[in-house]
C-alpha cells in the first residue's frame, strides 16, 4: 500500500514538474511574442514614416520639375525680345543695349564688385563732360563674397565722390544718376565754388545695392 502510495506521489510531483515547465515555456513564449510583435510595430510605424517622407519628396521634385519647365518658358520669352526693358536693341552693346536679362544684372548685381562700381560711376560722371576729383568707399568684396543666403535681401554699396564741372554738366550728371537702371541712392549732397571760373564742385554721398545669388539648399533629414 505504502509502495502503490509513493509511485503516485512520483507521478503527481512529475506531472507538477512537466506543469511547471509548460508553464514556464509558455510564459517565455508569450513574452517574446510580446517584445517581438511590439518591436516590428515600431518598425512597421518607422517605415510609414519615411515612405510619408519619401512621398512628401517626391512630390516637391514633381512641383520643382514643373516650375523649372515654366520658369524656362518665362526666361525664353523675357529675353528674346528685340526692345529691351529700358527700349534699347538687345544687340546694341550701348548703355541701353543687351538682352532683358543683362539689364536686369546691370541694375542688381549678384556679387559686390567695389571696382565695376568705381569704374561706372566714374563713367556716368564723365560722359556728361564732368571731372572725377576723387571717388572713395569700402571695399568689402572679400567679405561679401563669403555671405550667401536662401532669401538673399539687397546689400547697401556706400561710396564718396567729388567731381566737378559746369551748371550744365552738374544738372545732367544728376540726371543720369536719376535715371540710371542701377538705383543710386543720394544721401547728401554739396555744391562748393571751383577752383576754375563758371565751375562747381561737389562732394556726394550716397549708396548703390547688390543682391547676393540665392542659395540653392539640398538638405538631408534624418527621420527618427
Given at each position: 500500500m505504502a509502495k502503490?502510495?509513493?509511485?503516485?506521489?512520483?507521478l503527481i510531483d512529475k506531472t507538477n514538474t512537466r506543469v511547471v515547465v509548460i508553464t514556464a515555456l509558455a510564459a517565455v513564449v508569450v513574452v517574446f511574442s510580446l517584445v517581438a510583435s511590439y518591436a516590428l510595430f515600431q518598425q512597421m510605424m518607422y517605415q510609414n514614416r519615411v515612405l510619408s517622407k519619401?512621398?512628401?519628396?517626391?512630390?516637391?521634385?514633381?512641383?520643382?520639375?514643373e516650375a523649372v519647365a515654366t520658369l524656362k518658358q518665362s526666361y525664353t520669352a523675357f529675353v528674346s525680345n528685340s526692345i529691351n526693358i529700358l527700349g534699347g536693341n538687345t544687340d546694341d552693346?550701348?548703355?541701353?543695349g543687351g538682352d532683358n536679362a543683362k539689364v536686369v544684372l546691370d541694375a542688381l548685381p549678384?556679387?559686390?564688385?567695389?571696382?565695376?562700381?568705381i569704374t561706372s560711376i566714374e563713367k556716368l560722371v564723365t560722359d556728361q563732360g564732368a571731372s572725377i576729383t576723387s571717388i572713395a568707399g569700402i571695399d568689402d568684396q572679400v567679405a561679401q563674397d563669403v555671405a550667401g543666403s536662401s532669401a538673399p535681401q539687397p546689400v547697401d554699396m556706400p561710396f564718396d565722390?567729388?567731381?566737378?564741372?559746369?551748371?550744365?554738366?552738374?544738372?545732367?550728371?544728376?540726371?543720369?544718376?536719376?535715371?540710371?537702371i542701377r538705383p543710386i541712392q543720394v544721401l547728401s549732397i554739396q555744391f562748393a565754388a571751383g577752383q576754375d571760373a563758371g565751375k562747381l564742385s561737389v562732394t556726394m554721398h550716397a549708396k548703390t545695392y547688390y543682391q547676393p545669388a540665392k542659395l540653392l539648399q539640398?538638405?538631408?533629414?534624418?527621420?527618427?
Open positions: 502503490q502510495q509513493s509511485t503516485k506521489q512520483t519619401k512621398k512628401d519628396a517626391v512630390s516637391t521634385l514633381k512641383k520643382d520639375l552693346s550701348g548703355e541701353r549678384s556679387n559686390y564688385d567695389y571696382p565695376a562700381l565722390v567729388v567731381f566737378t564741372g559746369d551748371y550744365e554738366q552738374i544738372q545732367n550728371v544728376l540726371k543720369t544718376m536719376d535715371k540710371s539640398i538638405r538631408k533629414e534624418v527621420v527618427k
